[in-house]
């Protein structure tokens, strides 16, 4: 099975704020993370069912270089990124948005 990988509007919102964030520091870091990124994209890709749950529903990839983690579901062959989010925010913040899902 072809699984597609696609941003849930919320987690584009978290991306773009990251990006902007590393660019303003310098732009070879935007690279960088955005490049960690697609790689941790990938590794959920072909892989979904590695990472630990975080939810009934939900999984979550833990960023290595970078201090961020990955909220995912996996809906048949849909992967739906739903949040990108940095471990230093206050975790009821994304307990918030699930509630509001």
């Known amino acids: 099975m072809v699984l597609t990988l696609k941003l849930h509007p919320l987690a584009e919102n978290d991306l773009k704020i990251a990006l902007n964030y590393y660019f303003e520091i310098s732009p070879k870091l935007e690279k960088r993370f955005l490049s960690h990124i697609d790689k941790q994209f990938n590794n959920i890709l072909s892989s979904p069912s590695l990472y630990p749950f975080e939810t009934k529903t939900s999984q979550k990839v833990v960023m290595k270089k ?4 990955i909220i995912y579901e996996q ?3 849909i992967i739906m990124i739903l949040a990108i989010f940095h471990t230093k925010r206050n975790p009821k913040q994304l307990t918030q948005r699930y509630n509001k899902a």
């Open 66 to 69: 970078f201090t961020y983690i």
């Open 75 to 77: 809906y048949e062959d």
